[in-house]
């Protein structure tokens, strides 16, 4: 079923090809090359249609443990972001979660409206138990959204992510990686 989460100024849902351009736009972003997974920069057309392409093949695998999803701001009817909960391991309950948002749209609180409702949609819906997360220790705003729902840092990788971006004269960059869990007790202790 196709997931659709309302919040007060956003609407959280799957990916279609028609986000395509705005996902283009918003993704295009030397800081979300940087510090979000496997994303490229630059992010081109092709580079979001593939990406819609594939999360489209991952809704589909039963039982579904891939959430990529849109944060459209409803008062604009735009998409400004994704976040994702992925590798959901039904056995142990848990999954990972991954986030970002166009560069014009932060500082807005958009983040943390989206966080919270995916958090929340993790722990009760999805019934998790634990969601998890990583950033580049230099990743000052990831840092702070990660703190303000409570995820307590568990960990450090040393050197665990080496990024060339040609385009940003960056090769063979070395960052350390935060990791980060939250437990649904936690959670719901203070929401
Ligand atoms: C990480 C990222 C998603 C955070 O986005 P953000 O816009 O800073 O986060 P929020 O939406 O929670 O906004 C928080 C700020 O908005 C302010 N704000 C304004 N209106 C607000 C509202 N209605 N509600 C909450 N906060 C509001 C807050 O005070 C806060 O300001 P501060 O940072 O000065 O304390 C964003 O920086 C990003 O996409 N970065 C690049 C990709 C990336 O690093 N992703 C994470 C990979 S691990």
């Not at 695998?61 to 604009?76: A, N, V």
């Amino acid at each position: 079923m196709d997931l659709k989460i309302n919040t007060k100024r956003l609407l959280i849902c799957e990916l279609s090809q028609e986000d395509a351009p705005d996902l283009a736009e918003a993704a295009n972003d030397p800081q979300i090359g940087l510090f979000v997974g496997k994303m490229p920069f630059p992010f081109t057309l092709r580079d979001a249609q593939t990406l819609i392409h594939k999360s489209g093949e991952k809704r589909r695998k039963k039982p579904r443990t891939d959430y990529d999803l849109g944060i459209i701001l409803k008062k604009e009817k735009k998409l400004i972001g994704c976040f994702s909960l992925f590798r959901v391991d039904h056995e142990s309950r848990k999954a990972g979660i991954g986030f970002w948002i166009h560069t014009k749209y932060r500082g807005q609180g958009y983040a943390s409206e989206a966080k919270a409702a995916l958090l929340a949609y993790g722990f009760t819906s999805l019934k998790l138990n634990k969601i998890y997360g990583t950033c580049a220790s230099v990743n000052a705003e990831s840092i702070k959204l990660f703190r303000r729902f409570g995820f307590r840092k568990v960990g450090v990788f040393r050197e665990d992510r080496i990024k060339t971006l040609p385009a940003l004269g960056i090769k063979n960059k070395k960052y350390d990686i935060l990791s980060w869990e939250l437990l649904k007790k936690d959670f719901l202790s203070k929401h």
